[in-house]
């Protein structure tokens, strides 16, 4: 995917992440916990997730949310456009 004068490469998991937002619903103000998003993903992939969402917040498609019981995270629904292209370019 090219982006003003960079490219970036995403990988699967970050597809699946933004995949499992996308059918969820969980965009803007709608937001959700990590422990959330890792549920159904392999014990293994779990300290993966923490890393990949972190990428993809400092990518800006996903957005944080600090909260009193913890982060949240929810898709950009400014980026809602481009984050469909990707996960339908991906799969």
């Not at 995949?19 to 890792?38: M, Q, R, W, Y």
């Not at 993966?48 to 957005?63: E, I, P």
Request: no cysteine.
């Amino acid at each position: 995917m090219e982006y003003a004068n960079y490219s970036v490469k995403y990988d699967d998991l970050s597809v699946t992440i933004l995949a499992k937002l996308a059918l969820d619903g969980v965009i803007g103000g709608k937001h959700t916990s990590s422990e959330s998003i890792k549920r159904g993903f392999p014990s293994h992939l779990k300290g993966d997730v923490d890393k990949t969402l972190k990428k993809l917040v400092r990518t800006n498609l996903v957005l944080h949310h600090p909260t009193s019981y913890g982060i949240q995270y929810s898709l950009n629904p400014r980026r809602l456009d481009e984050i469909r292209k990707i996960v339908s370019d991906f799969g």
